[in-house]
């Protein structure tokens, strides 16, 4: 794979909806495309200046299309000099349009706990980004509302690892990092060229190229082991949209696993199961049982959850996943057999 260390970093695919966003709302008059596309981050990283942007064109539709799907007012305004000309076409989402209506109020609890999700918002913390997006809109003429370019989201992973798997992606460096697969019982230094970083069903995923095997891959973050060297190798990515392959993935593998469970109505299993899948869970009579049906990614955490309910979960099907949860149940009985027998020795010494 060739080395490069002047390649466009790369953008989560989340980053770049929020950031565009933020753009429309920062400027009262809209955008066009073009300025769009040069100025916001996730765009004007792989844009030229001179050269052919229609991949980039397409990446924008399609997340027009997302961003209005997730309920926000993208408005398109013509320009009056030159109607129906798309090129000059103008985008924007109106503030009153995005604001909560006014007969929605809050409790003075409810108030409390946006105050505290307000927390993860820090003023400047786009700071690079976004100042030089904004000294590239006002160069182009466009008024910009600095107040709102100026606010992004904090996000906190708890995994260890997500920092430096992201300043590598940003570097397009090659990483190394201990990993345990499931089953093994020691890990194994694994070295890849990370592609994208990825949230799955509230779990934080690598996709990349994993230099042994010559292949894709994906990590469980959780099953990185040891910290993670980011090496000074840097590599050429090889096409685009890696984020939304890696999710695809994902989701054709949890579409495709399913497991039957029987549950015990009115246990701490039901409540949380409940919590997770919502009207799926029926309000049985405590005491009765149920069954549910569950979709899973990874045999082996969803068989860790299910034995941590112990004798409130009944594994029906697939077979894989009744003996790994009876496997685990096994574990735990013999450990509390070596601790009660310890305890007995020492009381009659």
Not at 138 to 145: C, K, M, N, P, Y
Not at 146 to 164: H, I, T
Request: aromatic content about 6%; hydrophobic content about 40%.
């Amino acid at each position: 794979m060739p080395r490069s260390s002047s390649s466009p970093a790369r953008v989560p695919v989340e980053e770049r909806l929020f950031s565009l966003v933020l753009a429309l709302l920062a400027t009262e008059n809209g955008l066009t495309k073009n300025e769009i596309l040069s100025t916001v981050q996730g765009y004007r990283q792989r844009y030229e200046s001179h050269g052919d942007n229609s991949s980039l064109e397409r990446q924008f539709e399609r997340d027009k299309d997302d961003i209005r799907e997730l309920g926000v007012p993208l408005e398109t305004v013509e320009s009056p000099e030159a109607a129906g000309n798309n090129q000059l076409l103008r985008y924007r989402i109106p503030k009153g349009a995005y604001d909560l209506p006014a007969d929605v109020v809050f409790s003075p609890m409810e108030i409390t706990l946006l105050g505290l999700a307000a927390t993860v918002w820090r003023e400047g913390s786009l700071s690079g980004e976004s100042r030089r997006a904004l000294m590239k809109l006002r160069s182009l003429g466009v008024e910009a509302d600095e107040p709102v370019v100026g606010y992004a989201p904090r996000l906190r992973a708890r995994e260890s690892a997500f920092e430096p798997l992201s300043q590598a992606l940003e570097r397009n460096a090659i990483v190394q990092f201990p990993y345990l697969k499931p089953g093994e019982s020691a890990s194994r230094v694994r070295t890849v060229a990370p592609l994208a970083l990825v949230q799955h069903q509230g779990r934080w995923h690598l996709q990349g190229i994993d230099q042994e095997a010559g292949g894709s891959r994906t990590f469980l973050l959780s099953r990185m082991v040891g910290p993670v060297k980011v090496t000074n190798r840097t590599f050429t990515p090889e096409g685009d949209d890696f984020a939304e392959r890696a999710l695809e993935d994902l989701e054709r593998i949890w579409a495709a696993n399913v497991a039957e469970i029987e549950v015990t109505a009115g246990t701490d299993a039901a409540t949380r199961l409940r919590k997770r899948y919502g009207d799926a869970v029926p309000a049985e009579h405590e005491g009765a049982a149920f069954r549910l049906t569950v979709n899973f990614s990874d045999i082996n955490i969803l068989a860790d959850q299910l034995a941590a309910f112990g004798p409130e979960v009944l594994v029906l099907a697939p077979e894989e996943l009744r003996g790994k949860v009876v496997e685990r149940l096994v574990a735990v009985a013999e450990a509390h057999e070596g601790v009660a027998d310890a305890g007995e020795g020492n009381a009659r010494g």
